[in-house]
Protein backbone atom coordinates (compact mmCIF):
# COMPACT_ATOMS: atom_id res chain seq x y z
CA UNK A 1 0.00 0.00 0.00
CA UNK A 2 1.75 3.52 -0.88
CA UNK A 3 2.48 5.74 2.01
CA UNK A 4 0.83 9.36 1.32
CA UNK A 5 3.78 11.88 0.87
CA UNK A 6 4.49 13.63 3.95
CA UNK A 7 4.44 16.51 2.17
CA UNK A 8 0.84 16.55 0.96
CA UNK A 9 -1.78 18.14 3.56
CA UNK A 10 -5.27 17.59 2.92
CA UNK A 11 -7.30 20.18 1.21
CA UNK A 12 -8.53 23.71 2.88
CA UNK A 13 -12.42 24.12 3.03
CA UNK A 14 -13.57 26.95 1.21
CA UNK A 15 -14.15 29.32 3.86
CA UNK A 16 -11.59 27.85 6.48
CA UNK A 17 -9.13 31.45 5.73
CA UNK A 18 -12.72 33.49 6.50
CA UNK A 19 -13.80 31.20 9.55
CA UNK A 20 -10.56 31.92 11.31
CA UNK A 21 -10.09 35.22 10.37
CA UNK A 22 -13.55 35.72 12.23
CA UNK A 23 -12.25 33.95 15.65
CA UNK A 24 -9.21 35.90 15.37
CA UNK A 25 -10.91 39.36 15.17
CA UNK A 26 -13.75 38.00 17.92
CA UNK A 27 -10.80 37.13 20.22
CA UNK A 28 -9.02 40.47 20.05
CA UNK A 29 -12.30 41.61 20.52
CA UNK A 30 -11.98 40.54 23.78
CA UNK A 31 -8.33 41.05 24.63
CA UNK A 32 -7.80 37.30 24.88
CA UNK A 33 -4.58 35.90 23.94
CA UNK A 34 -4.19 33.43 21.77
CA UNK A 35 -2.80 31.06 24.80
CA UNK A 36 -5.56 31.73 26.53
CA UNK A 37 -8.63 31.23 24.35
CA UNK A 38 -6.62 27.71 23.79
CA UNK A 39 -6.57 26.75 27.04
CA UNK A 40 -9.95 28.06 27.81
CA UNK A 41 -11.54 26.04 24.89
CA UNK A 42 -9.45 22.90 25.70
CA UNK A 43 -8.00 22.95 22.00
CA UNK A 44 -4.09 22.75 21.33
CA UNK A 45 -2.64 26.35 20.96
CA UNK A 46 -0.99 25.24 17.32
CA UNK A 47 -4.98 23.98 16.46
CA UNK A 48 -5.88 27.42 17.41
CA UNK A 49 -3.14 29.33 15.58
CA UNK A 50 -3.78 27.18 12.59
CA UNK A 51 -7.65 27.73 12.45
CA UNK A 52 -6.82 31.86 12.90
CA UNK A 53 -4.29 31.51 9.96
CA UNK A 54 -6.85 29.58 7.52
CA UNK A 55 -4.70 26.72 7.47
CA UNK A 56 -6.34 24.04 9.40
CA UNK A 57 -10.05 23.19 8.45
CA UNK A 58 -11.85 24.13 11.39
CA UNK A 59 -13.89 20.68 13.04
CA UNK A 60 -17.06 21.66 14.39
CA UNK A 61 -16.15 20.34 17.83
CA UNK A 62 -13.27 22.59 17.99
CA UNK A 63 -15.62 25.68 16.44
CA UNK A 64 -18.17 24.81 19.45
CA UNK A 65 -15.51 24.74 21.91
CA UNK A 66 -13.90 28.38 20.93
CA UNK A 67 -17.22 30.37 20.08
CA UNK A 68 -18.50 29.05 23.84
CA UNK A 69 -15.44 30.61 24.92
CA UNK A 70 -15.93 33.82 22.94
CA UNK A 71 -19.53 33.95 24.13
CA UNK A 72 -20.95 33.52 20.78
CA UNK A 73 -22.88 31.27 18.55
CA UNK A 74 -21.29 29.53 15.95
CA UNK A 75 -22.65 31.31 12.93
CA UNK A 76 -20.89 34.97 14.33
CA UNK A 77 -17.28 32.69 12.94
CA UNK A 78 -19.19 31.27 9.55
CA UNK A 79 -20.11 33.34 6.82
CA UNK A 80 -23.86 34.17 6.36
CA UNK A 81 -26.86 31.70 5.79
CA UNK A 82 -26.81 32.08 1.98
CA UNK A 83 -23.61 30.84 1.40
CA UNK A 84 -25.32 27.31 3.81
CA UNK A 85 -21.83 26.99 5.29
CA UNK A 86 -21.45 23.21 6.14
CA UNK A 87 -19.57 21.89 9.38
CA UNK A 88 -18.22 18.59 10.44
CA UNK A 89 -16.81 16.72 13.22
CA UNK A 90 -16.23 13.10 13.82
CA UNK A 91 -19.74 11.96 13.20
CA UNK A 92 -21.65 14.71 12.52
CA UNK A 93 -22.58 17.00 9.18
CA UNK A 94 -24.15 20.12 9.90
CA UNK A 95 -25.25 22.74 6.98
CA UNK A 96 -26.30 26.06 8.24
CA UNK A 97 -29.96 27.03 7.16
CA UNK A 98 -30.98 29.88 8.87
CA UNK A 99 -30.32 32.65 11.78
CA UNK A 100 -33.31 33.58 13.61
CA UNK A 101 -32.83 36.74 15.92
CA UNK A 102 -35.56 37.71 18.89
CA UNK A 103 -35.64 39.83 21.53
CA UNK A 104 -34.25 36.80 24.15
CA UNK A 105 -32.30 34.58 21.97
CA UNK A 106 -30.44 33.86 18.68
CA UNK A 107 -31.62 30.75 17.10
CA UNK A 108 -29.40 28.44 14.51
CA UNK A 109 -30.75 26.37 12.39
CA UNK A 110 -29.25 23.05 10.96
CA UNK A 111 -29.91 20.08 8.37
CA UNK A 112 -27.86 17.34 10.19
CA UNK A 113 -26.26 13.86 9.25
CA UNK A 114 -25.01 12.32 11.92
CA UNK A 115 -22.65 9.11 10.47
CA UNK A 116 -23.05 5.27 11.60
CA UNK A 117 -20.20 4.31 13.61
CA UNK A 118 -18.74 6.17 16.30
CA UNK A 119 -20.04 8.65 17.58
CA UNK A 120 -19.01 12.35 18.17
CA UNK A 121 -18.38 14.33 21.79
CA UNK A 122 -19.04 18.39 21.50
CA UNK A 123 -17.96 20.35 24.04
CA UNK A 124 -20.46 22.48 26.05
CA UNK A 125 -21.83 25.28 24.76
CA UNK A 126 -22.53 28.93 27.04
CA UNK A 127 -24.88 29.02 29.87
CA UNK A 128 -28.22 28.52 28.45
CA UNK A 129 -27.95 27.53 25.10
CA UNK A 130 -30.54 24.86 24.41
CA UNK A 131 -30.72 22.17 21.48
CA UNK A 132 -33.35 21.01 19.65
CA UNK A 133 -33.19 18.19 17.49
CA UNK A 134 -35.68 16.38 15.13
CA UNK A 135 -35.30 13.32 14.06
CA UNK A 136 -36.52 12.44 9.71
CA UNK A 137 -34.78 9.23 9.35
CA UNK A 138 -32.62 6.92 11.55
CA UNK A 139 -32.26 6.17 15.11
CA UNK A 140 -30.17 9.49 16.85
CA UNK A 141 -28.86 8.71 20.52
CA UNK A 142 -28.19 12.78 21.30
CA UNK A 143 -27.92 15.02 24.63
CA UNK A 144 -25.78 15.55 28.07
CA UNK A 145 -22.79 13.03 28.00
CA UNK A 146 -23.90 11.56 31.01
CA UNK A 147 -27.39 10.77 30.10
CA UNK A 148 -28.22 10.88 26.47
CA UNK A 149 -31.43 10.43 25.10
CA UNK A 150 -32.74 8.60 22.04
CA UNK A 151 -35.37 9.39 19.57
CA UNK A 152 -36.47 7.40 15.86
CA UNK A 153 -37.60 8.92 12.56
CA UNK A 154 -40.58 11.47 13.88
CA UNK A 155 -39.41 12.15 17.28
CA UNK A 156 -37.88 15.08 18.97
CA UNK A 157 -35.30 15.65 21.69
CA UNK A 158 -34.04 18.45 23.80
CA UNK A 159 -31.67 19.28 26.12
CA UNK A 160 -29.52 22.04 27.58
CA UNK A 161 -26.23 22.05 25.79
CA UNK A 162 -23.92 23.88 28.31
CA UNK A 163 -22.68 20.59 29.50
CA UNK A 164 -20.50 18.08 27.13
CA UNK A 165 -23.00 16.34 25.10
CA UNK A 166 -23.01 13.36 22.47
CA UNK A 167 -24.67 12.55 18.77
CA UNK A 168 -24.32 8.85 17.91
CA UNK A 169 -26.65 7.08 15.08
CA UNK A 170 -27.88 4.01 16.26
CA UNK A 171 -27.68 0.77 13.69
CA UNK A 172 -26.27 0.86 10.81
CA UNK A 173 -28.47 3.92 9.29
CA UNK A 174 -27.29 7.47 8.71
CA UNK A 175 -29.31 9.87 10.94
CA UNK A 176 -31.13 12.56 9.05
CA UNK A 177 -32.11 15.53 11.17
CA UNK A 178 -32.63 19.22 11.69
CA UNK A 179 -30.73 20.82 14.91
CA UNK A 180 -32.69 23.79 16.20
CA UNK A 181 -29.56 25.66 18.68
CA UNK A 182 -31.42 28.70 21.02
CA UNK A 183 -28.15 31.13 22.30
CA UNK A 184 -29.85 33.42 24.81
CA UNK A 185 -28.69 36.81 25.16
CA UNK A 186 -27.34 37.66 28.20
Given amino acids: MPRPSPTRRPALDPGAD?????????????????????????????????????????????????????????TAVLS??????????????????????????????YRMRVAPGPGQLSPAHQPGVTEHVTVFAGVLRAGPADAPLTAAAGGHLRWTSDVPHVYAAVGAEEVAASLLLRYPHR
Fill in 18 to 74: AVGRRVRALREERGMSLSTLARLAGVGKATLSGLENGTRNPTLETLYAVTAQLGVPL
Fill in 80 to 109: GPAAEPTVRGAAVSATLLEVFDDADATYEL
